[in-house]
């Protein structure tokens, strides 16, 4: 695509529950970042794919995180069990595999109730 | 793991006037340093990077500096413009791509 496309651009739920974000990376684009932003703060690194493996899942705060990237395009952050302190914007980033411009999504904001 | 410190955390300027915005690595291999703009709402868009193999490097009215031994990297905006107001993030990043970012400078330039 002619960007990095993100959803929802929104998702509100509530303490406990299971959520999915999903990336679609830049045509082509083998490396893939997953961020977390909270409010008057700088992107928190949260894991980075290289193709279709998790090359640095280090970020990752707890075992309630996982990511995938099947088929080394489409990643999807899952969340399980919710808490009030995961909500944030979760931003995906793609980029072409040698260190240089990350192009970024919109985003998720995520708000947990 | 790397840690980027990014000073300061605001800084309002005149119309204008200059600003600098400074950062600090703590990992000598990092070998590239971008820098993002944000403005309130939306994704971080690059505006200026710099590889560990240059110095500085300039772009109108944006220019990076890199000192490796110091391990700091700056970015200036000359003649700053109502319009360049928005969060400014520094990152750095190394070989297998892993990037950190700073913590952000909120910048206002007042008309």
């Known amino acids: 695509g002619a960007g990095v496309s993100q959803t929802p651009s929104n998702k509100v739920t509530e303490k406990g529950k299971y959520v999915e974000l999903r990336c679609d990376p830049i045509?082509?684009?083998?490396?893939l970042y997953w961020y977390r932003q909270s409010l008057g703060q700088g992107p928190e690194f949260l894991i980075y794919?290289?193709?279709?493996?998790?090359?640095?899942d280090s970020g990752l705060p707890n075992d309630r995180f996982f990511a995938v990237r099947p088929e080394g395009s489409v990643s999807t952050l899952k969340i399980q069990r919710t808490e009030r302190g995961d909500s944030a914007v979760y931003l995906c980033?793609?980029?072409?595999?040698?260190?240089?411009?990350?192009?970024f999504g919109e985003g998720s904001r995520l708000t947990v109730l | 793991g790397e840690n980027v410190e990014q000073h300061p955390s605001t800084l309002s300027v005149q119309e204008g006037d200059s600003a600098v915005i400074k950062c600090t690595y703590s990992?000598?291999?990092?070998?590239?340093f971008p820098w993002y703009k944000q403005e309130l709402g939306k994704r971080p868009q690059l505006i200026i990077d710099?590889?560990?193999?240059?110095g500085e490097k300039k772009d109108q009215r944006i220019a990076v500096t890199l000192n490796k031994t110091a391990k700091h990297f700056s970015l200036h905006i000359t003649e700053t413009q109502p319009e360049d107001s928005a969060v400014y993030f520094c990152?750095?990043?190394?070989?297998?791509?892993?990037?950190?970012f700073g913590t952000g400078t909120s910048l206002t330039v007042i008309p």
């Open positions: 980033a793609s980029s072409s595999g040698q260190p240089g411009e990350l192009f």
């Open positions: 045509s082509g684009h083998t490396a």
């Open positions: 794919f290289q193709g279709t493996g998790a090359a640095d």
């Open positions: 990992d000598s291999a990092s070998n590239y």
């Open positions: 710099i590889r560990s193999n240059v």
């Open positions: 990152a750095a990043a190394k070989r297998g791509n892993q990037f950190y």
